[in-house]
């Protein structure tokens, strides 16, 4: 399991890769969630410690690529700092589909976000540090 903290904006995920690593071999990753758009980002009680990709963080898929020799590869998966009191929540991330490798397990990692809030606050779509960061409103096209 991993464990990250909802302030932290984001959870590194590592993948190891074992045996003989003198060739160059691929793994695809993928984010996972139990989401059935039933539960509103905002309903704190009925999420039942999940996490889902439109309220908790951003899905995340792509592939890592081993070079001869590299035997750890870590990817980021962004995390939705809101302002929800709503607990431990969790997601999966599931590896699959290797090139000259073998999964071993595990395969797959659950992440628990660790809430920062102790009381819910306003909704954070209202506030516009929510969407634009501080360094992206300073970025200009020439």
């Given at each position: 399991?991993?464990?990250?903290?909802?302030g932290?904006?984001?959870?590194?995920?590592?993948?190891?890769?074992?045996?003989?690593?003198?060739?160059?071999?691929?793994?695809?990753?993928?984010?996972?969630?139990?989401?059935?758009f039933?539960?509103?980002?905002?309903?704190?009680?009925?999420?039942?410690?999940s996490?889902?990709?439109?309220?908790?963080?951003?899905?995340?898929?792509?592939?890592?690529?081993?070079?001869?020799?590299?035997?750890?590869?870590?990817?980021?998966?962004?995390?939705?700092?809101?302002?929800?009191?709503?607990?431990?929540?969790?997601?999966?991330?599931?590896?699959?589909?290797?090139?000259?490798?073998?999964?071993?397990?595990?395969?797959?990692?659950?992440?628990?976000?660790?809430?920062?809030?102790?009381?819910?606050?306003p909704?954070?779509?209202?506030?516009?540090n929510?969407?634009?960061?501080?360094?992206?409103s300073?970025?200009?096209?020439?």
């Open positions: 399991m991993n464990f990250t903290n909802e932290s904006v984001d959870a590194v995920i590592t993948v190891t890769r074992t045996g003989n690593t003198s060739g160059t071999s691929s793994v695809d990753y993928k984010t996972l969630d139990t989401d059935n039933t539960v509103g980002c905002a309903d704190t009680v009925n999420n039942q410690g996490a889902f990709a439109r309220c908790d963080f951003a899905t995340s898929l792509d592939t890592l690529t081993f070079l001869p020799g590299e035997v750890s590869k870590t990817f980021i998966v962004p995390i939705v700092d809101d302002s929800f009191a709503e607990g431990t929540e969790m997601f999966s991330v599931v590896l699959s589909n290797p090139i000259n490798a073998t999964l071993g397990s595990p395969s797959t990692t659950t992440v628990a976000i660790s809430d920062n809030e102790t009381i819910t606050g909704n954070p779509v209202f506030n516009t929510f969407f634009v960061s501080p360094a992206l300073r970025l200009s096209l020439a």
